[in-house]
C-alpha cells in the first residue's frame, strides 16, 4: 500500500514527461523489492514488473528486529517470524548469505535451521530445530556439514546434542 501510494501521483500524468528515473528512485528505496522492471508501452501506460523479496532469517541491530530478505537488505520489523532461523552475534549480511549457501549445498536442508550464532572469528554454530548443535569450524564448512549429517544416521549417536568440529581433523560430540 505504502509503494502504491508513492507511484500514484504519478497517475493522469503525461507518459511523455513522466521520467522512469524517479520511479526506479522510489522502487530502490523499498527494501522488500528483490527486483523490477519498468517499461513505458506507449501510448498511456507505464509497466512495473515487482519481484517481492523473499524473508529467509530474523536478526536484530540496536534493539530492533530485522528480517533478512533474499535482496540482501535488512527489513525493519516488529515481530520476530517463527519460520524463520535466529542469528545472532550481528554478521555482516554477506556472511549470512556466505553459510546460507554452504548449508543449502549440504545434506541439510535450511528450513531445519532453528538458528545460527555468528563469532568474531567469522565461525559459526548451527542449532538445528530437533536441538542438535554444530559448532563449525573456520575452514571446510561444507565437508563438516556433510560429515555431521552422516554421522546423525547412525544409531550410536542418536541421544548426541553437540557436534563439535572446531579442532581440524577431530569431531568432538556430548550427548545432554
Request: net charge positive; proline share 4%.
Amino acid at each position: 500500500n505504502n509503494l502504491q501510494s508513492k507511484l500514484n501521483r504519478f497517475e493522469n500524468q503525461n507518459i511523455f514527461f513522466i521520467d522512469t528515473n524517479k520511479i526506479i528512485e522510489i522502487l530502490e528505496s523499498e527494501n522488500l523489492i528483490e527486483s523490477y522492471n519498468v517499461s513505458k508501452i506507449y501510448p498511456s501506460k507505464i509497466n512495473i514488473r515487482i519481484k517481492k523479496a523473499k524473508l529467509l532469517a530474523n536478526t536484530s541491530f540496536d534493539s530492533k528486529i530485522f528480517l533478512i530478505g533474499s535482496n540482501k537488505r535488512l527489513i525493519e520489523s516488529d515481530v520476530i517470524n517463527p519460520d524463520l532461523p535466529l542469528i545472532f552475534g550481528g554478521p555482516p549480511v554477506e556472511n549470512f548469505f556466505k553459510i546460507k549457501k554452504k548449508i543449502e549445498l549440504s545434506s541439510f536442508d535450511f528450513s531445519n535451521i532453528k538458528k545460527l550464532h555468528f563469532f568474531p572469528s567469522e565461525r559459526w554454530d548451527v542449532e538445528l530445530k530437533n536441538g542438535i548443535l554444530i559448532k563449525l569450524p573456520n575452514q571446510n564448512i561444507l565437508i563438516a556439514l556433510n560429515d555431521v549429517f552422516e554421522m546423525m544416521k547412525f544409531e550410536k549417536f542418536e541421544k548426541t546434542k553437540i557436534f563439535d568440529l572446531r579442532v581440524n581433523g577431530q569431531m568432538i560430540t556430548n550427548e545432554l
